[in-house]
């Protein structure tokens, strides 16, 4: 069993950056795919990043690439997430997840049913 604690959020103006932490405990996180959502007031929760087990592979949503970048560091049993110029509409509350899949190939990292643990969530508010 994974636990999960997100971290770093807050209030930014637009244009700013600000670098998310999700801490993981258990000894098997290296065993987990892990990603990243989002859900802003009024709306369906939506996948922002997702990243393999060694951090080899990555994929993000159309609408945060060239701006967030997501990493984990498996000695430290954290996932990150780096987001810069960021925009009023990234304004929600941001999840780390993590999923135990045998293979990269064949699971959707944006579905977030196939996410067994979640964090309860750190909030980012971009003002204008």
């Known amino acids: 069993q994974v636990q999960l604690v997100e971290s770093g959020g807050g209030l930014v103006q637009a244009g700013g950056s600000l670098r998310l932490s999700c801490a993981a405990s258990?000894?098997?996180?290296?065993?987990?795919?892990m990603g990243w959502f989002r859900q802003a007031p009024g709306k369906e929760r939506e996948f922002v990043a997702a990243i393999s087990w060694s951090g080899g592979i990555t994929y993000g949503e159309d609408s945060v690439k060239g701006r967030f970048t997501i990493s984990r560091d498996n000695a430290k049993n954290n996932v990150y997430l780096q987001m810069n110029s960021l925009k009023p509409e990234d304004t929600a509350v941001y999840y780390c997840?993590?999923?135990?899949?045998?293979?990269?190939?064949?699971?959707?990292?944006?579905?977030?049913?196939?996410?067994?643990?979640w964090g309860p969530g750190t909030q980012v508010t971009v003002s204008s």
């Open positions: 997840a993590a999923a135990l899949v045998s293979t990269w190939n064949g699971w959707t990292p944006s579905k977030d049913r196939t996410y067994q643990y």
């Open positions: 258990g000894r098997t996180f290296s065993s987990y795919a």
